[in-house]
Structure formats: C-alpha cells, structure tokens
Nanobody, 118 residues
Framework: EVQLVESGGDMVQPGGSVRLSCVGSGFTLSTYDMNWVRQAPGKGPEWVSAIAPGGGSTYYTDSVKGRYTIGRDNAKNTVYLQMDSLTPEDKALYYC???????????WGQGTQVTVSS
C-alpha cells in the first residue's frame, strides 16, 4: 500500500517557524520529484515547493522564497519543509505529493495543518 504521511503541523505566532515532514512507503520515493502543496481555508490548492529526486534542484513559489526550505533524505524516505518567518497568510493545510516524470501527482498525503495567529 502506498502511503505519504505528513506531520509537524502546529499553531505558531507570526514570525515563528515550523518544520513539516512527509514519510513515504510502498513506493520508491527516491525516484520521484516531491512537492508541497497547500490549501488555505476557502481557497484552491496552491503549489508551494518541489525538489528533484536527488535533491539537487529545488523550486519555490514566489511568496515563500527566502522563508521556506525544502529538503529530502531518501535513505529515510522522507521529505521536509522548513518554514520560517511565518505570516497569517501561510495558514493552510499542507500536503506532500509525489510527482512522476510525466508530471502527474501520483501520490498524496492526508495533510497537516499549519496555523499562524497571534
């Protein structure tokens, strides 16, 4: 059974930090581009960040550049998202997704909630 399980979501104050983790099983995570996608209340999904299979290339949406850092440890089948300098606009349900070479998001986790509030 293929699974992606996110964890690390939290409620923090503006300016705070959160580190999300996503652990995969049932598929060879090391061969997939891995993405983080978020969905804020009342809004559609928003792609946030991606990392190539080997970790050598990373990508971010403009609103998180310089604040978020994506990483992976293929030996642990895990992808991370370090989120710093959080603002209320970062509040969302964060999902990790495995992307095939054809650009299909083949696998999704259940999401982890990040809330930023004073």
């Amino acid at each position: 059974e293929v699974q992606l399980v996110e964890s690390g979501g939290d409620m923090v104050q503006p300016g705070g930090s959160v580190r999300l983790s996503c652990v995969g099983s049932g598929f060879t995570l090391s061969t997939y581009d891995m993405n983080w996608v978020r969905q804020a209340p009342g809004k559609g999904p928003e792609w946030v960040s991606a990392i190539a299979p080997g970790g050598g290339s990373t990508y971010y949406t403009d609103s998180v550049k310089g604040r978020y850092t994506i990483g992976r440890d293929n030996a642990k089948n895990t992808v991370y998202l370090q989120m710093d300098s959080l603002t209320p606009e970062d509040k969302a349900l964060y999902y990790c997704a495995g992307e095939t070479a054809a650009g299909e998001y083949a696998y999704w986790g259940q999401g982890t909630q990040v809330t930023v509030s004073s």
